[in-house]
RNA sequence: GGCGCGGUAGCUCAGCUGGUCAGAGCGUGCGAUUCAUAAUCGCAAGGUCGGGAGUUCAAGCCUCCCCCGCGCUACCA
C-alpha cells in the first residue's frame, strides 16, 4: 500500500445503444469525476479513463429493430454520450470505444496470452440453436419463446423481461429465431469457458483481508458493506467456469484459428476496454500505459452501479490475474440506485430524466450543470438506494447554493466594494483562530473524498460557507462601520471573509467545476489548476494568506438565480414543466387499462390442438411447498382419479382460498418433479398484461373429468 | 426458500470496535438583524432508534426470532 505515484481511475463502460439517465451519473459517472478532480487539484498523477461498449447482441437486435447498421448505432449513442458527460463537466481524460482496432488488438492480445499460458480456459462443446435458414447461430437475444416461469410469450433467451426471471435458451417453450422467425434448431458448437472458479480461493482473501498474494494489498474495510458482502455472497455460492466466446459476427473475434466467425463474449471482452482505452491515452500523450496498469506504485479504482459489483470485483479481477502482472482494485466503490420521484427509472414508461434530455430542458437554466450535480451529490446513493425528487433539487440549489453559499459571497464581495473600493482589507486570519476551524473542515472534506462518502464531503464543505455566514453575522461589519469607517474590527472581519471565500472557491471545484470558475471570477483569481487544492492545505497548515491584502477582488454578480424569484418565473416553470410530465404519465397509466396484448403466436394444425388432453376438475387439497415462494402443491380431483400437481400460484392465492376451485387442468403433459415433488399435470390460467392470474374454469354444476375441445 | 444490504425526529439522513449516542439539515414556532439573491444569525418543540425476547453493571450499536424495503439467487403459472 503506502503513497501512491499514481492513480488509473475507471468509469463503467455505457452501453453503446441508448442514452444514460441520472441515475448513471449519480451512480458511476459523477462520483467518480468528483474523486479524479480531487486528485488532480492535489497534483496527483492520474489518468480518468471510460468509453463505450459497442459489442454484443443487444446492439445488433437494436440496428435490426431500427432498420439501420450496428455501426450507426454505436456512432450515435457513442457520440451522443461522450457529448454528454462533456457538458456535465465529466472530466474524463479519455472517452474511447471498444470498435476501435486499438482494442481489437488489445483484447486479442489478452485472449491470447490467457490461452497460451494454459490452465485458465477449458473448451466445452454445447447444443446451441442454429437458424437454419440464415445458417447461423442464434446469440441467447436472438432467440425469443414463451418463458417457463410465467407464460410470457416473448421471453428472450437469457431473460424473461415479464417476470425478470433468467433463463437459458433451451428453458424457452416453443423457441423461435428472431431473424426468420423459424424455430431453431439445436447444433453442436464449440465454445471457451474461463474456469472461473480454481480463483475462488485466493478472492476470498483479497476481499475479505485485502491481502493478494500473502502481502496487504488494501484495507478490505474501507470497501462498502455491499460491495463485500455480494461478492462473498457469491463466493459462498460457488463460481462456475463463464463462457466467454459466442457465435455472432459482432464483436471481436476469437484469435484462434478454430474459431472462425466466433466473437469474445462482450463481457469478455468490455473491461479490457479500460486497458486499451488508457493505452490510447498513453500513446495520445506520450506517456507509458504500462505505468498505470502493472506498476505497484500505481493505485486503480473503479466506479460502478451496484448491477456490475460481481463483474467488477471477481470476474474481472480473476481475468487480471490470470493473465499475470495486471494491478486489482483497491477499491470498488459502487453505489446503489437512485430512483426517480419514487420509482425506477423506465425509458419504456417515461419515467425520469436522461442527461441530455435534462441539458435540453434546462438549457436557459444558469447553473444547469452544477444545479443537478450538486443535487445528484447531496442525494447519492452512497449506501442505499435513493431518490431524485424535483421539489428537493429546488430546495438544495435555492437553499444551499444560493442562499447559503452564493449569498455569503455576495456579501463579502458588496461590503468590499463598498466598504474598500474591492481592495482586500489587511488583517490576521493566518495567525488567528478562524483559520483552525477552516483548517479542520477542510481537512474533514478531503479525507471524506479519499473514503468515497462524497455526501459528507459536499455538507462539510457548507459549513465552510456556513461557517463563514455565522462569523459575518457576528461580528456585523455594517453596524460598526456606519460609526466608524475606518474601523479595525470591520477591515479584520472583511480580510477573514474573503480568505473563506478563497478557500470556498478551491473546496468547490472537485464537486461544481463551473461555480469554482464563477467564484474565481468573483474573486478576481485565475481558474483553479492542478496542485491548487495541495498547496491549500498547505497555506492552511503553515498558516499563511489565501488571499492577500491589496488584491482586487472582482465585480459583484449573482452567482445563483435563485428557482423561487419573485421576478423571474421562468426557473421555476422550468421544473413545474418536469413535474407536469411525470403527472401526465401517472395520468395514463390510471386512465389506460391493460393494452398491450401479446401477438398471435404463429398457427398450428388441428392435430397440434388435439393433442392436449384438456379436463375439468376441482381442487381438493391446497398446501405451499417448502422453500419455494412460488409454488403451492395441489390435489386435484379429476372424477376418474385424483392427482397431484405442482403450480406456481403461491404469490397469487392462498391455499386455503382456492380449495374447491374449479379448474380446467393439461391432464397429459409429462410428469415433472419440482422441489422434489412430481407434478401431474398443468392448471390452466387466464394471465392479464401485469402478470395477474385468474382461474379459467368451467361452468358451475359442471362435471369433473370431462375433455374441452 | 437461501444470501447480502438497509429500516434512527414530519422529511432526508449522521451515529467508529456497546458506557455524554439520542444527533445534523430541511420543515414548524419564537426572537435578532438588514451588508446581501424575501437572504443571514440565535433559541425551542419533536423520536419507547422496525417489533419481540435475550446477553451485559450498561445496547440503535452484540445474540436469537419476527415484520418491512431493495438487490442477488433458486428444479416456479
Redesign the pocket.
Known amino acids: 500500500m503506502g503513497e501512491p505515484k499514481r492513480h488509473l481511475i475507471t468509469s463503467a463502460l455505457p452501453y453503446a445503444n441508448g442514452a444514460l439517465h441520472l441515475g448513471h451519473l449519480a451512480g458511476a459517472y459523477l462520483p467518480a469525476d468528483i474523486y479524479v478532480r480531487y486528485l488532480r487539484s492535489l497534483g496527483k498523477d492520474v489518468v480518468f479513463v471510460c468509453g463505450s461498449d459497442e459489442h454484443g447482441a443487444a446492439i445488433t437486435m437494436r440496428a435490426k429493430k431500427d432498420g439501420v447498421t450496428p455501426q450507426e448505432i454505436i456512432d450515435k449513442y457513442h457520440e451522443l454520450n461522450k457529448d454528454t458527460f462533456r457538458r456535465l463537466g465529466i472530466s474524463f481524460d479519455i472517452y474511447h470505444r471498444t470498435s476501435a482496432p486499438l482494442h481489437a488488438e488489445t483484447a486479442q492480445g489478452f485472449f491470447k496470452e490467457m490461452y497460451e499460458q494454459g490452465g485458465e480456459f477449458e473448451e466445452r462443446i454445447t447444443e446451441q440453436y442454429f437458424d437454419e435458414e440464415y445458417q447461423q447461430f442464434l446469440a441467447d437475444r436472438y432467440i425469443v419463446g414463451t418463458c ?4 410470457h410469450e416473448d421471453a428472450y433467451g437469457d431473460q424473461c423481461e415479464s ?1 425478470g ?2 433463463l437459458s435458451p433451451t428453458e424457452l417453450i416453443k423457441p423461435r429465431s428472431v431473424l426468420s422467425g423459424n424455430t431453431p434448431v439445436l447444433k453442436p458448437t464449440k465454445h471457451w469457458y474461463f474456469k472461473l472458479d480454481k480463483h475462488a480461493g485466493w478472492l476470498r482473501t483479497w476481499i475479505e483481508e485485502g491481502i493478494l498474494d500473502g502481502k496487504p494489498h488494501h484495507d478490505a474495510k474501507a470497501w462498502k ?2 460491495v463485500t ?2 461478492c ?3 463466493l ?2 460457488g463460481l462456475l467456469p463463464r463462457a466467454i466466446t459466442r457465435d455472432l459476427d459482432w464483436g471481436v473475434p476469437v484469435p484462434l484459428e478454430e474459431a472462425k466467425g466466433k466473437v469474445l463474449y462482450v463481457w469478455f471482452d468490455a473491461p479490457i476496454g479500460y486497458i486499451s482505452a488508457t493505452k490510447q491515452w498513453a500513446q495520445d500523450h506520450g506517456k507509458n500505459w504500462e505505468d498505470y496498469w502493472k506498476s505497484p506504485d500505481s493505485q486503480l479504482v473503479h466506479f460502478i452501479g ?2 456490475n459489483i460481481v463483474f467488477h470485483c471477481i470476474v474481472f479481477p480473476a481475468m487480471l490475474k490470470a493473465h499475470g502482472d495486471y494491478l486489482l482494485p483497491v477499491n470498488v466503490p459502487a453505489n446503489q ?1 437512485l430512483n426517480f420521484e419514487g420509482q ?1 427509472f423506465s425509458k419504456s414508461k417515461g419515467w425520469g430524466i436522461e442527461q441530455h434530455e435534462y441539458l435540453e430542458a434546462f438549457q436557459d437554466f444558469p447553473n444547469k450543470e452544477d444545479a443537478l450535480r450538486y443535487a445528484l451529490i447531496r ?1 447519492m446513493p452512497e ?4 431518490d431524485f425528487k424535483w421539489d428537493e433539487f429546488v ?1 438544495f440549489h435555492d ?1 444551499e447554493l ?3 453559499l ?2 455569503f ?3 463579502v464581495i ?2 468590499t466594494q ?1 466598504y474598500y473600493e474591492s481592495r482586500t482589507p489587511a488583517g490576521h486570519f493566518a495567525s488567528g483562530l478562524h483559520i483552525a476551524t477552516i483548517r479542520r473542515l477542510t481537512g474533514e472534506l478531503a479525507a471524506a473524498i479519499e473514503a468515497f462518502n462524497f455526501r459528507d464531503a459536499i455538507q462539510k464543505f457548507l459549513e465552510i460557507s ?1 461557517y463563514g ?2 462569523y ?3 461580528v ?1 461589519p ?2 460598526i462601520w456606519k460609526d466608524d469607517p475606518d474601523s479595525a474590527i470591520v477591515k479584520e472581519c472583511l480580510h477573514t471573509c474573503l480568505q473563506i471565500a478563497g478557500v470556498l472557491s478551491i473546496a468547490i471545484e472537485p464537486f461544481l467545476p463551473f461555480t469554482s470558475k464563477k467564484i474565481r471570477t468573483l474573486l478576481n483569481l485565475p481558474e483553479v489548476q492542478a496542485g491548487d487544492f495541495a498547496s491549500l492545505l498547505e497555506k492552511l497548515e503553515t498558516g499563511q494568506e489565501i488571499i492577500p491584502a491589496g488584491h482586487i477582488v472582482g465585480e459583484p454578480f ?5 428557482i ?1 424569484d ?1 421576478k423571474d418565473t421562468g426557473r421555476l416553470a422550468l421544473i413545474e414543466a418536469q413535474k407536469a410530465k411525470l403527472a401526465e404519465v401517472l395520468a395514463a397509466e390510471q386512465a389506460e387499462a391493460p393494452k398491450e396484448y401479446a401477438p398471435l403466436k404463429p398457427a398450428i394444425q388441428y392435430d397440434d390442438f388435439a393433442k392436449l388432453d384438456i379436463r375439468t376438475g376441482t381442487i381438493l387439497e391446497a398446501e405451499p411447498v417448502p ?5 403451492l402443491k395441489l390435489r386435484v380431483d379429476l372424477g376418474f382419479e385424483k392427482r397431484t400437481v405442482v ?3 403461491a ?1 397469487h392465492f392462498k391455499p386455503e382460498a382456492i380449495i374447491g376451485q374449479r379448474v380446467l387442468l393439461l391432464a397429459n403433459l409429462a410428469p415433472r ?4 415433488i412430481e407434478s401431474n399435470g ?2 390452466l ?1 387466464a ?1 392479464d398484461a401485469d ?1 395477474k ?1 385468474c382461474f379459467v374454469t368451467p361452468e358451475e354444476g359442471w362435471p369433473n373429468g370431462f375433455g374441452v375441445r
Request: glycine letters at 8%.
Open positions: 417457463p416461469r410465467c407464460g417476470c426471471s433468467t458493506k455491499h458482502g455480494q462473498l455472497s457469491w459462498d455460492h451496484k448491477d440506485f425506477k442525494n449506501q442505499r438506494d435513493s430546495d437553499k444560493a442562499d447559503n452564493g449569498n459571497l455576495n456579501r458588496v461590503l463598498k456556513t455566514n455565522v459575518l453575522q457576528e456585523s455594517w453596524a449573482v452567482l445563483f438565480p435563485k423561487n419573485r422453500k419455494a415462494d412460488r409454488l403450480a406456481g400460484i404469490e418433479p419440482l422441489k422434489g398443468m392448471i390460467m394471465a402478470g392470474l
